[in-house]
Each structure stands twice: as structure tokens, then as C-alpha cells.
């Protein structure tokens, strides 16, 4: 049987107090951590696609006669070479007649699975536009 005296002990005692304010805190910290990293993937994965639509739209100026099906290859090449996936869809467009201007749009999905919230799915577009050059 606990007398009072011994529950009064137990309450005054500290020992282990660190471990339970760890535990209620490191739930919190680790799904910061996780939030940091995917913030991260996602950051990295629009400058790959901006770069890519960027290198693509600059040889584009160069080679007037470049097709969208050429750009489309062009950015997929590029994106694999950063272990990423292949463009959903890409549209390359010239207007203008003075100088006429070159923009290509490329549109990319990618799902994230994030330990205890689930998957999501993210969606990211990326355009450039350059002017083509005179050709002379």
C-alpha cells in the first residue's frame, strides 16, 4: 500500500523527466526535419525543370527550324540526365515577325510520399522566351 508520503516522493522526483520532454518534443522536430527535406526536393525539382526549358529554348534560337517534337526530346534528355522524370506535356511556339520570339512551356507531375501524411502530388510548369536570332 502507497501512503501519501511516497506519492508525494514520486511527484517531487525529476529523474526521467528529460526522456518524457524529449519524446513529447521529438515528434514535432523529425516531421520539421521531413518538412525541410521535401521542401527541398520540391525547390530542386522547379530549378531542374526551369534549367531545362531554358538550355532547350536557347537552342531553339539558334535552329529556327527546330520542332516541338525536338524540344520535347531536348528538355526529356535533359531531365533524365538529372534523374528526374520526362515532361507531361511541351509547347514550343514562335511569334512575332520582328524579331519573332521563341516560348517553350513545359508542364511535369510529380508525387511525393511524406512518412505518416501521405502522398501528394505536385505539378510544375516552367516557360522561357527568347528572341530568335535575324539569321544573318
Do not use: C
Amino acid at each position: 500500500i502507497k501512503t501519501p508520503r511516497h506519492i508525494a516522493r514520486f511527484v517531487r522526483d525529476a529523474s526521467g523527466a528529460a526522456a518524457v520532454e524529449f519524446a513529447i518534443i521529438s515528434v514535432v522536430f523529425i516531421m520539421m526535419i521531413f518538412g525541410i527535406i521535401y521542401m527541398g526536393i520540391i525547390l530542386h525539382t522547379n530549378a531542374t525543370l526551369q534549367w531545362a526549358v531554358e538550355n532547350s529554348v536557347r537552342s531553339g534560337v539558334i535552329a529556327q527550324s527546330t520542332t516541338q517534337a525536338q524540344m520535347t526530346t531536348k528538355i526529356n534528355a535533359m531531365l533524365a540526365a538529372k534523374s528526374m522524370p520526362n515532361a507531361d506535356n511541351v509547347s514550343y511556339v514562335v511569334a512575332g515577325t520582328s524579331p519573332p520570339i521563341a516560348t517553350l512551356t513545359a508542364n511535369l507531375t510529380r508525387s511525393y510520399t511524406i512518412p505518416m501524411l501521405g502522398t501528394y502530388t505536385m505539378n510544375y510548369t516552367a516557360t522561357a522566351k527568347m528572341p530568335q536570332s535575324s539569321g544573318s
